[in-house]
């Protein structure tokens, strides 16, 4: 069999300099996957396999156990889908990925810097901005009439015009994308009035910075406190990263990108209120059945299905009390190892129908993480020197019969969230991951706030509260529908 590289290997390659390496130690050029811990055997193949834990029915179905998550807001479940998109983007065919998993590329820049939404800029980039208004986005469908700037940008076939196709996926992160664009927009508008004691080299430069500035100080002091807890937040800053370090570049390391980050798929709900009048499930319904928009899914909407975000996340808006499990609860799920019941029945729009490809997304993820030869879940808290679960709290009564077997990383950590802090937010193992691969990324890009100014406070016009910000201030600031 011939070792030439793929077409679109040769292609990426050719843009972006990028040679095969594997993925067994830290990176030396940017564009890489590492290791955390690249000493740690791989988890042993075998009993429990990835469709004992996560097929359909089987123990990782929620189901009627299905619980709601006050401590976070739906809308922090596709923010942590944006974000993943503005870190990670494996571009190598999915075939390539399963005969060479030590050579994953990243194809995205590792840094909190919008490059999914700036793309390459204004020069590079013409089609993602305004021609009329210079220096702003393109926003869809007819942003010069009041109204009807509800939507992402689209050509004429209907296909997104932004950054990174991934974040047109479903109706939610596409929305968010949008909310993002607009509040860049804004920015463009505020930067001549905002005076943070940084000079800028023009306006577009200083909307763009302040834009970038805005979502890192939020990703640090809303997302990450909500997701791994602030005393973990507090621990990192204050004492230095444990396990996240890198030699030249900071990279992506598999044990976060395959297991720990995926935590937010156990925080999607089986369907949501997205405004006052119109609710939907993730997925349309069965192939060939007429009728309006049921589902959640990317591509061009009409007015009456653009989110209104008080149904995702505390506005300020009045908001009734909703039962729980309601479908207008603005709540994630818990963090656990149950999965809303249609990501474990994929439709065919989503997964080809080919014979013995998982239809699941637990028994895919928990495929990767086998194929990506990460450790167990005990080993690496055992390496990490945290405490580790017992057999009883790994495999609860249900699947007694796995105790003594070394459980699959991502299963683990979102167990562990589910016993050391009842769902509401990672554990030790996932926690620390997740908060040191974040918050070292964001001390690995010299031009982030963090690094240029470490006591910058939000000075965007419309803040709830002077000198922070949060998502629901994006949203507000942004034009989104918020009340």
Do not use: C
């Amino acid at each position: 069999m011939s070792s030439a590289p793929s077409p679109i290997r040769q292609l990426l390659r050719a843009f972006h300099g990028l040679s095969d390496r594997g993925i067994g130690i830290a990176p030396e050029k940017q564009g890489r996957f590492g290791r955390l811990f690249p000493r740690l055997p791989a988890r042993p193949a075998g009993t429990p396999t990835p469709e004992d834990l996560g097929k359909a029915g089987g123990p990782m179905d929620a189901a009627a156990a299905h619980r709601d998550n006050p401590r976070i807001p739906a809308a922090m479940t596709y923010l942590g889908q944006f974000l993943d998109h503005d870190i990670t983007l494996d571009a190598t065919s999915s075939l390539e990925q399963q005969n060479d998993p030590q050579a994953l590329e990243n194809f995205r820049t590792p840094a909190f810097e919008l490059d999914s939404v700036y793309g390459g800029g204004p020069a590079t980039m013409p089609f993602l901005y305004d021609a009329t208004r210079p220096g702003k986005f393109l926003l869809g469908p007819d942003p010069a009439t009041p109204g009807q700037d509800f939507d992402l940008p689209r050509n004429a076939q209907g296909t997104a015009l932004i950054g990174d196709p991934r974040n047109d996926e479903n109706l939610i992160v596409a929305q968010t994308h949008l909310a993002f664009l607009k509040f860049h927009n804004v920015m463009m508008d505020q930067a001549s009035a905002i005076s943070d004691g940084f000079t800028d080299n023009g306006t577009f430069e200083k909307a763009q910075r302040l834009t970038r500035w805005h979502y890192q100080w939020m990703i640090l002091n809303e997302f990450l406190p909500l997701t791994v807890g602030q005393a973990t937040v507090d621990d990192i800053l204050k004492n230095g990263r444990k396990f996240y370090k890198w030699k030249k570049y900071p990279f992506i390391p598999v044990e976060f990108s395959v297991a720990a980050y995926r935590f937010g798929h156990s925080q999607v709900q089986p369907g949501y209120l997205v405004n006052a009048t119109f609710g939907a499930a993730l997925f349309p319904p069965a192939p060939g059945t007429a009728g309006p928009r049921a589902d959640l899914r990317g591509g061009p909407i009409d007015a009456q299905h653009k989110v209104n975000w008080k149904f995702f996340l505390d506005t300020g808006a009045p908001f009734p009390p909703q039962p729980p499990g309601s479908p207008a609860t603005r709540d994630s799920s818990l963090i656990d190892a149950k999965m809303a019941g249609p990501l474990l029945n994929l439709p065919f729009s989503v997964i080809p129908n080919i014979p013995g490809v998982p239809r699941s997304l637990a028994t895919r993820n928990l495929a990767r993480g086998e194929r990506m030869g990460l450790p167990s879940g005990q080993a690496v808290a055992k390496k990490m020197r945290l405490p580790v679960m017992t057999e009883e709290q790994i495999w609860p009564e249900d699947l007694k019969q796995f105790r003594g077997k070394p459980a699959p990383l991502w299963y683990y950590i979102l167990r562990e969230a589910e016993v050391q802090n009842a769902g509401t937010h990672l554990g030790a193992v996932g926690g620390r991951i997740v908060g040191e691969v974040f918050i070292g990324l964001l001390q690995g890009d010299d031009k982030t706030f963090l690094n240029v100014k470490p006591k910058w406070k939000p000075v965007a016009q419309g803040l709830q509260q002077s000198g922070k910000f949060g998502l629901a201030d994006l949203f507000r600031i942004a034009g989104t529908d918020v009340d």
